[in-house]
């Protein structure tokens, strides 16, 4: 159940207090004969219950008017006039509060989505399908796209797109479907430099566009940055020429690359399921205990060792292994030389 605010309890005691008043001068009134004015003191009562809860405003009308006609029947003179007279004050008391609780709910409404329309963290934007023009923009768009609320306001939307062809793809879609979610478009703000945004759009029953907005610039400028570092280390790592194996201190395989595959024989898939330790011909040679503390404490170390190829084959290798990171996380670079031909030579 919803609590009563502090405003709406002091309007709700202040017309309790006036009805209360009322009911004692109408019963005054009718001791005393007077039955052409208290009735409309009743009105007063039913627009301030509509103002401040209009959901119980017809409740309280209806209750309202059946004391009402309960006054009357038992303090006024008995008189069919009066009676009718009453019956009708009924109705016209019932009838106000159904048409004010009405309109306050409305009004109640209308504050309620304009402050959600203020007060939201995406820029959010009305626009004519018609002329395409700007009719309403909360202060977060403006803020995102340099403007003051009141300049957006009738500017053409068409001026701040940055790529005509998304504009023509994002107006097709709204056309077609009548909603857009999450779409990433380029946008000029008023200074003209280009920022990236997230859309979503829907088409109101009013019939205008409904489209809010959040910059991702910074997050997108990170993620472009993050897939060309991975390109360039992706073409350096499968590029080099010897054998290279990312793992982590245990000896799990997060990556190898080309030549490892070439030359111990394992798809790239298959060292993903593997240990480092299970490719050494003696597990021992692999990372030796004695020297594991001096490699932890030093970041790098430089041994011989012997692995066993897919085939079954051995294979003497020179292991240079040194302390990287892999997605954030502590990993090891070991990178693996075939000794083969010097130790033949």
């Known amino acids: 159940m919803n609590a009563v ?60 008017g059946w004391v009402f006609l309960g006054i009357v029947y038992l303090y006024g003179p008995a ?14 008391f019932v009838s106000l509060g159904v048409v004010l609780a009405a309109f306050s709910t ?35 768009a403006a803020s995102i796209l340099g403007y003051a609320s009141d300049e957006l306001s009738g500017l053409d939307f068409g001026d701040l797109w940055f790529d005509s062809k998304q504009e023509v793809a994002a ?3 709204i056309r077609d479907e009548g909603t857009i979610a999450e779409m990433e478009v380029a946008l000029r703000k008023k200074d003209r430099t280009v920022i990236w945004v997230l859309v979503s759009a829907a088409v109101s029953k009013e019939g205008f566009t409904v489209l809010s907005f959040m910059d991702i610039t ?70 030796p205990s004695d020297e594991v503390k001096q490699f932890t ?19 003497k290798v020179e292991i240079s292994s040194r302390v990287t990171e892999y997605f954030g996380m502590p990993a090891v670079m070991s990178t693996i030389r075939d000794l083969s031909e010097r130790k033949l030579a």
């Open 218 to 287: 910074e997050g997108k400028r990170m993620k472009d940055e993050l897939i060309e570092s991975e390109l360039r280390y992706r073409t350096l790592f499968d590029g080099a020429s010897d054998a290279i194996i990312l793992h982590d201190i245990d000896g799990k395989i997060f990556e190898a690359n080309v030549i490892a595959s070439r030359y111990l024989g394992y798809t790239k898939k298959e060292f993903m399921n593997k240990s480092l330790y299970d490719l050494a011909v003696v597990p021992g040679t692999m990372f």
């Open 106 to 140: 409305q009004v109640v409404q209308e504050r309620k989505y304009r402050e959600i329309f203020e007060t939201s963290q995406a820029g959010i934007l009305t626009i004519s399908r018609e002329t395409r023009k700007i009719l309403a923009a909360n202060r977060k």
């Open 5 to 64: 605010s502090p405003r709406n309890t002091l309007w709700l005691s202040v017309t309790g207090l006036l009805t209360l008043g009322i009911i004692l001068i109408s019963i005054y009134s009718l001791k005393n004969g007077f039955t052409d004015i208290f009735p409309y003191f009743y009105i007063l009562p039913i627009l301030m219950i509509a103002w401040c809860c209009p959901r119980y405003a017809v409740y309280f009308t209806v209750v309202l």
């Open 79 to 92: 008189s069919i006039q009066l009676y009718a007279a009453s019956m009708a004050f009924f109705y016209i």
């Open 297 to 315: 404490a030093r970041g790098h170390i430089l041994f011989e060792s012997e692995l066993r190829k897919k085939d079954g084959s051995a294979m």
């Open 171 to 173: 107006i097709k879609k």
